[in-house]
């Protein structure tokens, strides 16, 4: 798997220069940004997993390789016996209604605020819980450090970084319109692929 370092040389390489490493590695991380809400197949789906504690239903979703933090979560499951099951999901608000009067026992309603999962009833045992959605990758610090914009989604992140590059510092507008061109191109390749990917290969009836 290609690493953020080697990503760096990359776009360097593309630019022909060499007296850029902050720039640059600011411009891949920016890209990474703007495209770190929209669903790739290597942000989506990964479980993360945290286990309930008896009397407490509010539990913060901290940072769990590879998730720094949840855009979306699509299904909360709990484990009683060796059974899992599905949670209902509520909003926040409703969530806050069904406490009008206190209730424990074994969870089965879910809603997320900010980084905090609340749980109704309040749990009266330890639940292993696992979440699944669409997250945020853990950012990129080291030239070591690897994950899926560097691998699968490495020429996305390297034609949006020289679009930025060339537009500013180095002020080219003609290279800055030829990489986002070749930025769109990756795109659009990438969503097919994540489309291609989701398919179950039978149809469904539409509603």
Known sequence: MASFGDLKVQVANDLRRSNLPTEIAQAILDAIRDYDTERFYWNETAVYTLTTAAGIDEYTVMAQAPIQE???????????????????????????????????????????????????????????????????????????DANGWTDAGKNLIRYSALKRLYFFPIKDANMSQMAEAAEARELDYLRRETDRRARKGVMRAYY
């Open 70 to 144: 949840f855009v979306k979560i699509d299904k909360v499951r709990a484990q009683v016996g060796n059974t899992w099951y599905t949670l209902a999901m509520d909003y926040p608000d409703d969530m806050e209604e069904n406490y009008s009067t206190p209730s424990s026992g074994q969870p089965f309603r879910w809603s997320y605020h900010g980084n905090d999962l609340r749980l109704f009833p309040m749990p009266d045992n330890a639940y292993p819980i696992r979440i699944l959605g669409h997250y945020r990758l853990v950012p990129l610090v080291n030239d070591i």
